[in-house]
């Protein structure tokens, strides 16, 4: 049994996930978030007897030497926890607190997911006298990270500028957690609400083009149109410019019915995976698919963007451009079609969650052992 601390949202879907597993593999986990995404968690979450009483300062590299003085939450809380490995889940912002690896004393491993290595740490980090500021920052914190997980190795490309030579990284895809989505099958919940809905699920953040999904509602048939509810979710979250834009896109057609959620726990969000007539997601990246692999599993409709997906997996679904025409066009084809395909042989036997977590484990426990 491993004692390991967590550096991660208990808000996210990936962290909540990793946290449970590891848990329920017999380790003992305490994870460390910031007060604000403490705050957000619900009374009710089975992740608060693992959170640290004392949160975690938000990492920035603006102040290092206040980044120092903060240091001491997390130092406090290996020692009291006799954490034997520190896992940071999202490089960006958290990798930065490996940059005090010398002080931490115990292996670093950082898992990245997608945007923070496809996109925000390349911009970040290639901008202007900041951008070069923050790459020696950054490669400094990289030194001190004894294993570097990423979804996919273009992942693993998008940071290869941040990362010494020698660095112990390794590809272990992030996939569908296929037990528990049966389970949730074989409960047969009822519909979520009671008309015909339409569901775009994922996160208020720019590079999703929830604001291409709207204007491409605008274009659809007045028969759609009135026909089904749209259905957003992620109306509390942290992107408040971006979440005013899509209010005010939402606002300016009355004449479409909107159903705007806040962020939803994994199951409900299964349940409105699994009766929607369709779900639309074109980001414009994605470096986790979870949500494209649950739609598929659960059955439903999908309509993806042009984002580079692994062939194996998602070569059948359909694709659109992220332009409001085109997303309305292939919609529309979809909706007339009404045809489910089963694929959960092929997730299971390619994308299987809990192998997968297995294999995260394994090298996890690694670290410890040399």
């Known amino acids: 049994m491993a004692h390991i601390l967590v550096i991660g949202d208990p808000n996210d879907l990936h962290t909540q996930q990793k946290v449970h597993f590891l848990v329920s593999r017999g380790h003992h986990i305490r994870l460390l978030c910031t007060a604000e995404e403490r705050l957000k968690l619900p009374q009710d979450s089975l992740l608060l007897p693992f959170i640290c009483d004392h949160p975690l300062p938000y990492f920035s590299w603006k102040n290092m030497l206040l980044g120092r003085n903060k240091l001491s939450v997390l130092l406090h809380a290996i020692k009291a926890h006799s954490c034997d490995l520190l896992l940071i889940l999202y490089a960006e912002p ?42 020696s920052f950054f490669r400094k914190a990289m030194q001190h990270v004894s294993l570097l997980l990423a979804n996919s190795e273009a992942q693993l490309q998008g940071i290869r500028h941040l990362l010494p030579p020698s660095i112990n990284a390794h590809v272990v895809c992030i996939g569908a957690q296929c037990d528990a989505l049966d389970q949730s099958m074989s409960e047969k919940a009822e519909r979520p609400i009671p008309q015909p809905y339409i569901l775009f699920p994922r996160m208020m953040q720019p590079i999703y083009h929830h604001e291409a999904s709207i204007q491409a509602i605008r274009m659809l048939p007045d028969e759609v149109r009135s026909a089904y509810t749209f259905v957003f979710i992620d109306k509390d979250g942290a992107n408040h410019t971006y979440i005013a834009d899509i209010q005010a896109a939402m606002e300016a057609d009355p004449s479409v019915a909107f159903l705007w959620l806040p962020r939803l726990p994994k199951h409900t969000l299964w349940q409105y995976i699994e009766h929607a007539a369709l779900c639309v997601q074109h980001p414009s990246s994605d470096g986790s698919a979870v949500t494209a692999l649950e739609t598929m599993y659960l059955g439903t409709p999908l309509l993806l963007g042009p984002a580079d997906y692994d062939k194996a997996l998602f070569e059948s679904v359909s694709r659109t451009q992220i332009v409001p025409d085109d997303i309305a066009k292939n919609m529309m084809k979809l909706l007339k079609q009404q045809n489910k395909q089963d694929y959960r042989t092929l997730i299971r036997s390619n994308a299987d969650e809990g192998a997968k977590s297995i294999e995260m484990e394994r090298l996890l426990l690694a670290l410890i052992r040399k």
């Open 94 to 135: 958290h990798v930065g607190w490996a940059y005090y690896g010398r002080a931490i004393q115990i292996p670093i491993a950082v898992f990245c997911y997608g945007t923070d290595a496809l996109v925000t740490l390349p911009r970040i980090t290639q901008t202007g006298v900041l951008g070069k500021m923050r790459k």
